[in-house]
């Protein structure tokens, strides 16, 4: 009798234990918000961006590192990394503002076309470290289409 009973209360932490510890799922990308050159100059810009996503689960994550890739209009223009601690929220949605320095000379082709119509094709490619309690995973980042770009103009 007491060995059913064992094993039972076995069998159950067990399969508390495995269903607890499943790997966080990876919050859903929802697009980029507030795309903008914050200083602009003729050999160096600074371009700034808030990427958006929600996280489904029902508990917090920390943004621990990430770096991505970033394109405008299929031109490679630079790398941004994400090294500062992020608190996720559970179950909401969440922004992670990324900025970066961007050599003038890799866009000037372009320049124009961004001027004149204030949006561009933005691609980013990358990853981002997310985890929960020490234990850390890479989500990737992915994202191609087309942005408003606020040039402080108006």
Do not use: W
């Not at 060995?3 to 790997?23: D, E, K, P, V, Y």
């Not at 914050?38 to 994550?61: C, R």
């Not at 943004?63 to 223009?77: A, H, P």
């Not at 900025?99 to 320049?111: E, L, Q, R, W």
């Amino acid at each position: 009798m007491k060995s059913h009973f064992l094993l039972i209360i076995l069998m159950t932490g067990c399969f508390c234990i495995l269903t607890g510890c499943n790997r966080p799922v990876a919050p859903q990308y929802g697009g980029i918000t507030n795309f903008k050159v914050s200083a602009f100059g003729l050999g160096e810009s600074v371009v700034s961006a808030d990427l958006k996503y929600f996280n489904p689960n029902n508990f917090k994550m920390k943004l621990k590192y990430g770096e991505m890739n970033v394109f405008v209009n299929s031109r490679f223009i630079g790398k941004t990394l994400l090294d500062t601690m992020t608190e996720i929220p559970a179950n909401d949605s969440f922004l992670i503002p990324v900025s970066m320095k961007v050599d003038m000379k890799k866009i000037y082709s372009n320049a124009l076309d961004i001027l004149l119509a204030q949006e561009a094709n933005i691609k980013l490619d990358g990853f981002a470290k997310l985890g929960k309690a020490g234990l850390y995973f890479n989500l990737p980042i992915s994202y191609e289409g087309k942005q408003k770009i606020d040039l402080g103009l108006n």
